[in-house]
């Protein structure tokens, strides 16, 4: 019942990272896993932006939610090419695998079954905008799949608890008076303060929380100045913050605002600090946790030995704070280097969907 319709999963595969769109214009991806849906005998489909849920009624007490994200990355600085440099094709194959299973299997369904074609995870939305619409109504628990180049390929991994991080983005903006560049005295610095704030900032990530609680802060872009010798009027900072207890996010969050007063009184700048709406931490529920590594051992599906907690955040978040959920890590790992997430040459063997078209269809069904 496990089996794996290699053929059509590698087509998808490849159908699906040839489409590679951006988050909420997954339009061609879409369209395809429409096709799918139809072709599997599910046509009771709702969708939302471009995203896709169903149900799959059992008449059974539960129902069981299964999510994949659809969105890919700009593969250059124009963006106008985009690749599926996060593997987030692979993720929807997963999915399509197991419906294809268990859609020739119906009377072996042990509960209802929910399927969620999410946009838009790149961004942060695409998770809210379908919880909106609907996709998770009455669903009792949730799964997730993701690759990782940290994991052997045709394994699988799975963290109890905290398994990524709550994520938030920010922007500081430091304005001043503009000056040449040899009189400094005669405007402010905002350089020069920006850059003290950025270092600053890491000292209170290591001095002011708990050492052994995760949490980190990192600053991804800079812009500020037109020319060599001129000090500039604003430099903008903007980043990330990440963490999975909320003391840790209130003891980065007042840091920022305070470090920024201090740099204010010490450079005559003014400054504002925006921090925008994230993600909460990606909690996995440890009996569901436990469920799938006893059933992941009964079928023969290797358990990577991997409990590492990653930082990167994850809007599937927002799911599991509604139903009991779990997010299972699928590995891509040849040996030797691996290009990571997000990385240009980042890929996804065939052989790496394997094991959660498996475990997935094993928990689904008798």
């Known amino acids: 019942m496990e089996t794996i319709n290699i053929r059509q999963a590698q087509l998808d595969l490849k159908e699906l990272f040839e489409r590679a769109e951006p988050s909420f214009g997954e339009y061609r991806t879409s369209e395809y896993i429409k096709e799918r849906l139809n072709a599997m005998g599910l046509t009771d489909w709702k969708t939302h932006n471009t995203g896709i849920f169903g149900t799959i009624d059992a008449g059974k007490e539960k129902t069981v939610g299964i999510r994949a994200d659809m969105d890919a990355l700009p593969a250059n600085t124009e963006k106008t090419e985009y690749m599926h440099l996060c593997g987030h094709h692979a993720n929807m194959t997963t999915i399509l695998g197991v419906l294809e299973n268990i859609t020739k299997n119906r009377d072996k369904l042990k509960y209802n079954v929910r399927y969620i074609f999410q ?3 790149e961004v942060i939305g695409g998770a809210v905008t379908m919880i909106e619409a609907g996709c998770m109504e009455g669903v009792d628990e949730v799964f997730a799949t993701h690759t990782t180049p940290d994991v052997v390929l045709g ?3 799975l963290i109890a608890g905290g398994c990524m991080a709550g994520s938030n983005h920010f922007e500081v903006r430091i304005k001043g008076k503009s000056t040449h560049a040899a009189m400094p005295s005669s405007g402010t610095d ?3 303060a920006a850059c003290e704030y950025v270092m600053s900032m890491q000292t209170a990530i290591t001095r002011l929380k708990n050492p052994v609680d995760p949490g980190l802060i990192s600053f991804g872009m800079i812009n500020g100045g037109t020319a060599a010798n001129i000090l500039p009027e604003t430099v903008v900072l903007q980043g ?3 963490h999975f207890d909320p003391v840790v996010k209130e003891v980065i969050h007042n840091a920022m605002q305070t470090r920024l007063k201090a740099i204010e009184e010490f450079y005559g700048v003014t400054g504002e600090l925006i921090i925008h709406d994230g993600t909460p931490p990606v909690i996995c529920d440890k009996d569901l946790v ?7 051992n009964a079928k023969d599906i290797t358990v990577s030995r991997y409990d590492r907690k990653s930082m990167g955040g994850e809007d599937f978040a927002f799911m599991t704070e509604l139903a009991k959920g779990a997010f299972i890590w699928q590995g891509v ?3 030797g280097y691996q290009p990571p997430l997000h990385n240009k040459d980042y890929r996804v063997p065939d052989e790496a969907v394997y094991p959660g078209i498996k475990l997935l269809t094993a928990y689904l069904t008798d």
């Open 190 to 192: 905002t350089v020069t």
């Open 240 to 242: 990330t913050f990440r």
């Open 155 to 157: 394994s699988v991994a």
């Open 290 to 296: 436990a469920k799938l590594i006893n059933l992941s």
């Open 333 to 335: 790992s040849t040996g």
């Open 119 to 121: 946009p838009a995870e």
